[in-house]
Every structure is written in structure tokens, then in C-alpha cells.
């Protein structure tokens, strides 16, 4: 443990030392402009005409004057290649499956059992399970799913996935008006479907990219990816200058719905639903004006060199051949530990000194004088205004709930993300913020934090700033709903399978 606090300082300390070289860098010309005034002073109280002239004669001609400039022009240089580029969000897109795709938990139920594939005691866990998971009565099964007997194949994974795809993309092109040409990076992400040729060959072909445009296909990465996408999509914005970069996440359900009985592996059967999300980020300084969000920070935190992070979600086939991923009962555990090494390297780039200072002072209480403290939970309400959190589960929502201390407002947007939606996986983080959209909750300056987990085990973050307010949320996955939302969701809601009729 002290190891890891160590390592922990170290990367907070290392992330201050970039912010002050870039402070530095930033006020070189100041300087620079402050060592000339300083110079020619002294000259400045005694000056006449003549000898201004021959100041100025001497100035020309002098060596000196030729390497001011260059000083200056270095200076200038240094100070705007030094500064990161601004990343901005243009607009964003969610995914909503047509109406022929909503299933109700009771008729999730009763399709379950029509399956044929599961056990008394399987159906009875994943009741149990839907009861206590925090959906609602509309959200969305894949048609290869819905259909009896169940169509679990390659052809209806890629029809759900263009469909999900294609979608968001024509969405966000549509509500931006940037041509598909204009395009000069493309991230795609799903973790459990990976097909060649790839997702990004795919979006290219669809779309007719161009020849140069720098793609980068993710898989593997579970829940957390779109913040990773996010990330990378920063990182290639520093390099390809006064471009867009495309960002779409999204998870395939066909191919990983779990059909045996092996319980830990039961449970995403519950909670996973389709759907998928769009982004489309620029560095362009003229598009800011019309730009949603600033990005403003991102923090990555992978556990995996720990043997119990790294197990904790899994792909694997259970004792009779069948796939599935399993969720350990520790996984609620190692993402508090990584959430924990998350926002200790946030919490300095975002937090008011006096935040900072309190937490620090019981770090050093309890490692310098080994004093019985309780460890300080900073208050990140002082530094955020909205937060986006991913809508695994009501246990996840329910912890992070209690962790960071946030009210029933702050959560609304991910409860009825988890509600309507069900868990989307990488896309949920966008679902949530059009909810705030949507609400109109979205003022000029306010700060969103988004926080995802994935397998691996993974906690990462992004901060965004608003840089206008948002009182219209234009065409959104919520347009139909938002006006009866909230609604209050129990701990505890008892599934009915004869209120739903089978057709005949």
C-alpha cells in the first residue's frame, strides 16, 4: 500500500511539474519584455532629441538589436509550440433503437425462458437479479435476440452493429455539418466484437474517407474505452493540426448474450442493452464559437498489474462450452482501489487548494505520525458541477453515490441513463450528458466530469467545460422521454411475467 501511495505522489508530483514548465514557458515574453524595459531605463530620464537619435543610431547598427530579435522570435516560438492544443467538442449523438426493439423486464423474463436454454435456478437468479437492477420497462434487445429461436451468429451481430454505427455517425455529420472529407482522425471502440476487416475499415468505406485519415480500432477494453478513445483522440490533435477527429463507441450484445447457467456470468444478461454513441472533436480555433465542450483534462488508471483487478471481468467459456463474461465478487472492491488512484491524480489539477491541503494533511498524519485519522474524501462538488457516471449497474451507482458524497441530483442523469437505456457499456458516459442536455442543465463554464470503469481493471476520467450554455438540445436519444424523467426507480421492483402476452 505505501508503495502504491508512493508511486501515486510521484505521477502527482510529476503532473505539477508539467503545470508549472507550461506557467513558466507561458510568461517568457513577459519576462523578455521586462529584461528590455529594464536595460534601456536608466537612459530614459536623461534623454534628449539628439541623444534619442543617436541611441537609435547605435541600436540599429549594433549586433545587439539583430539578437533581441531573435531572442524574441524564440520566445514567441517556445511559448505557442509549448502550449497544448485546445480540443473541443463540437457535438455528440446517441443511439435509439426503434421501438420494436423495446423489451419490458417482464417480457425479458418470459423470452428468457422461452429460450429453453436456462435452468430453474438460473431463471430465478436473473428475476432476482433484473428486479434489483435498476432498469426500466423500455429498454433495448438486439432483434437477433427478441426473435425465437435466438439468431446468435456473425451475419446478426454485424446487422445490429451497422445499424448502431451508421446511425450515430449520420447523426453527428448531420448536427455538425462537417463533411466527411474534413475528417482527419477516426477511434472506434467496442470490447467483444472485433471483425476484419475492422470497425474503422468499415466507417471509411461507408463514408469515403480520405486516403490520410489516421484510424485506430480499440477492442478489448471494456466499459472504460470510450474515455480511452477520448484520450487518444487528445493525443492525435496535438500532432494533426486544424483537423476533426471521430470518435464512436458502441458494444455488440448479439454475440455475448450468455446462454447457460453458470451464475457469475448470469448477471450481464440483466443489466447489458444496445447502444452506441458518436463524438466528433475538433482543434480548429474557428470552430470554437460553436463548439459544445472544452476538454479539459483526462486521467487514465489501469490496475492491471494486480492479480485480482486483472481478474475481476473476464471472457471465458464456461464447464459445457457456452461464452460468457464473468463478473468476479470482488469487483466492487477493486474499482473503489482504482477509483481511489484516480482521483488523487485528478484531484490536484481540479480541486481548490483548500481541498487539497486537507487531504494532504491526513496523508501526512496518518504516514509521517501514524495517527488513527480517518482518510479525507475531498469534496469534488467544490470543483464539478455535473457528473457522468457510468451506468454499470444501481450497486456501482449506489457506491460512487455514498464515495463522493453527491446528492440524488447529481446522480439523476446516470440512474436514468441506467433506467432507460440499461448499461450501454463505453456509450453510457454520452447518454448521460445528453440527459443533462436535454434538462437544460448545462450553463456557460460549468464543469462535467465523466467517470468510466472497465475490465482490466480500469478507472478513467474526463473533465469537460462548458463553453456556452445549452438551452436546446436539438435531436437527442431523450427527445421523447425527457418530460417525464425522473421518475423514482426502488430498491426492490417486483417482475410480473403475466402482465406481458405472448403473441400468438
Request: with cysteine; aromatic share 8%; glycine share 6%.
Amino acid at each position: 500500500m505505501d508503495r502504491q501511495l508512493l508511486r501515486t505522489v510521484k505521477q502527482a508530483t510529476k503532473n505539477h511539474a508539467s503545470l508549472m514548465y507550461h506557467r513558466l514557458v507561458s510568461h517568457i515574453p513577459h519576462l523578455l519584455a521586462v529584461t528590455l524595459l529594464v536595460a534601456v531605463a536608466p537612459q530614459l530620464s536623461t534623454l534628449t532629441p539628439d541623444k534619442a537619435r543617436a541611441l537609435w543610431n547605435t541600436a540599429v547598427n549594433a549586433p545587439a538589436l539583430a539578437m533581441a530579435c531573435w531572442a524574441a522570435a524564440l520566445a514567441a516560438y517556445t511559448y505557442a509550440s509549448s502550449r497544448p492544443q485546445p480540443v473541443y467538442l463540437l457535438d455528440l449523438a446517441g443511439y435509439k433503437p426503434p421501438a420494436e426493439l423495446e423489451a419490458s423486464r417482464a417480457k425479458t423474463i418470459v423470452h428468457f425462458w422461452r429460450c429453453g436454454r436456462f435452468s430453474e435456478q438460473s431463471m430465478a437468479f436473473q428475476k432476482r437479479m433484473l428486479e434489483r437492477s435498476g432498469l426500466g420497462e423500455a429498454t433495448h434487445f438486439p432483434m437477433s435476440l427478441i426473435r425465437l429461436p435466438v439468431d446468435m451468429c456473425d451475419r446478426t451481430a454485424m446487422e445490429e452493429s451497422h445499424a448502431v454505427i451508421f446511425g450515430v455517425v449520420d447523426e453527428v455529420l448531420r448536427k455538425t455539418g462537417v463533411a466527411a472529407g474534413d475528417v482527419g482522425v477516426l477511434i472506434f471502440n467496442s470490447s467483444l466484437l472485433s471483425p476484419t476487416p475492422s470497425f474503422t475499415s468499415l466507417i471509411v468505406n461507408r463514408y469515403k474517407f480520405r486516403d490520410d485519415i489516421v484510424t485506430h480500432n480499440l477492442s478489448g477494453m471494456g466499459c472504460s474505452a470510450g474515455i480511452i478513445a477520448i484520450d487518444l483522440a487528445k493525443r492525435l490533435l496535438q500532432v494533426h493540426r486544424n483537423t476533426y477527429a471521430l470518435v464512436v463507441s458502441t458494444e455488440n450484445i448479439t454475440l455475448n448474450a450468455y446462454m447457460g447457467n453458470n451464475r457469475p456470468m448470469l448477471v450481464t444478461n440483466t443489466l447489458f442493452r444496445v447502444g452506441g454513441a458518436a463524438i466528433l472533436l475538433t482543434n480548429r480555433a474557428g470552430d470554437r464559437a460553436r463548439s459544445k465542450y472544452q476538454l479539459i483534462h483526462t486521467v487514465r488508471t489501469h490496475r492491471g498489474a494486480h492479480d485480482q483487478s486483472y481478474g475481476c471481468v473476464t471472457q471465458e467459456e464456461d464447464e459445457v462450452g457456452e461464452v460468457g463474461v464473468s463478473l468476479s465478487k470482488e469487483l466492487m472492491a477493486v474499482a473503489g482501489e482504482a477509483l481511489k488512484t484516480n482521483i488523487t491524480t485528478l484531484g490536484p489539477l481540479i480541486l481548490p487548494m483548500s481541498e487539497q491541503l486537507r487531504f494532504l494533511a491526513t496523508v501526512v498524519l496518518k504516514k509521517v505520525f501514524r495517527a488513527q485519522v480517518k482518510a479525507y474524501l475531498p469534496d469534488f462538488k467544490l470543483a464539478l458541477e455535473h457528473f457522468c457516471i457510468h451506468a454499470g449497474g444501481r450497486g456501482v451507482l449506489d457506491e460512487l453515490e455514498n464515495s463522493l458524497k453527491l446528492s440524488p441530483w447529481h446522480m439523476e442523469p446516470s440512474r436514468m441513463t441506467l433506467y432507460r437505456f440499461g448499461n450501454t457499456s463505453s456509450s453510457s458516459l454520452w447518454y448521460e450528458l445528453a440527459y443533462c442536455e436535454a434538462k437544460r442543465r448545462i450553463k456557460k463554464g460549468d464543469r462535467v466530469w465523466q467517470i468510466a470503469f472497465g475490465s482490466g481493471f480500469k478507472c478513467n476520467s474526463a473533465v469537460w467545460r462548458a463553453l456556452r450554455t445549452i438551452d436546446d438540445a436539438g435531436e437527442s436519444p431523450w427527445t421523447q422521454d425527457i418530460d417525464v424523467l425522473p421518475v423514482d426507480v426502488p430498491k426492490v421492483v417486483p417482475i410480473d411475467e403475466t402482465s406481458y402476452q405472448v403473441p400468438i
